[in-house]
């Protein structure tokens, strides 16, 4: 069955650059589907960070866009999502997602802003 | 922006119950509309897509419907392993992009 798998660094200093990586299994992203990320500040509801369809064609939570970088690795059957500048406001579990309606969640990573 | 009003924020209710969440958004959205279930330290499970159909592999008991602005998911008989938050997701093909309600959280009374 289709599965995701994030991963990347659970702490991340303020200012810096959060970096994380979702491998997918069981379906190639070359096949379709839009890939992209949420997240979900502790005890707080879920937000769409952005998605990207496997030709590379990005799009982006508005609020985010101008901190967001999400790319794509056909080749390793993988998409990628960098976040610069954190702070902690930017401190969640990162989910990595298949769809616009999504079918398939990965099962989120906590990552956590502080020096 | 499209934004999305989901009420209540909690409920309370017996198991059997009839349960009912509603979204309403600020604008058409004709039928692009999904709805959540989110258990504690769990990704969401989506449960219905496009309002109204149901998501493979899910009971019965759960159902939405609403087009345009207004929206409503119903739980037919509470079950115990329906504690859960519930979400509400509009979302645009073309471009892709998607909110999200504020969610429901639903509790065994």
């Known amino acids: 069955q289709v599965q995701l798998q994030e991963s990347g660094a659970g702490l991340v200093k303020p200012s810096e650059t959060l970096s994380l990586t979702c491998t997918v299994s069981?379906?190639?992203?070359?096949?379709?589907?839009?890939w992209g990320w949420i997240r979900q500040p502790p005890g707080k509801g879920l937000e769409w960070i952005g998605s990207?369809?496997?030709?590379?064609?990005?799009y982006y939570n508005p609020s985010l866009k101008s901190r967001v970088t999400i790319s794509v690795d056909t080749s390793k059957n993988q998409f990628s999502l960098k976040l610069s500048s954190v702070t902690a406001a930017d401190t969640a579990v990162y989910y990595c997602?298949?769809?616009?309606?999504?079918?398939?969640w990965g099962k989120g990573t906590t990552v956590t802003v502080s020096s | 922006d499209i934004q999305m009003t989901q009420s209540p924020s909690s409920l309370s209710a017996s198991v059997g119950d009839r349960v009912t969440i509603t979204c309403q958004a600020s604008?058409?959205?004709?039928?692009?509309l999904n709805w959540y279930q989110q258990k504690p330290g769990k990704a969401p499970r989506l449960l219905i897509y496009d309002a109204s159909n149901l998501a493979t592999g899910v009971p019965s008991r759960f159902s939405g419907s609403g087009s345009g602005t207004d929206f409503t998911f119903t739980i037919s008989s509470l079950q115990p392993e329906d504690i859960a938050t519930y979400y509400c997701q509009q979302y645009d093909n073309l471009p892709p992009a998607y909110t999200f309600g504020q969610g429901t959280k639903l509790e065994i009374k």
């Open positions: 604008q058409d959205i004709s039928n692009y």
């Open positions: 069981g379906f190639s992203i070359s096949s379709g589907y839009y």
């Open positions: 990207v369809y496997h030709s590379g064609s990005t």
């Open positions: 997602a298949r769809g616009i309606s999504v079918d398939v």
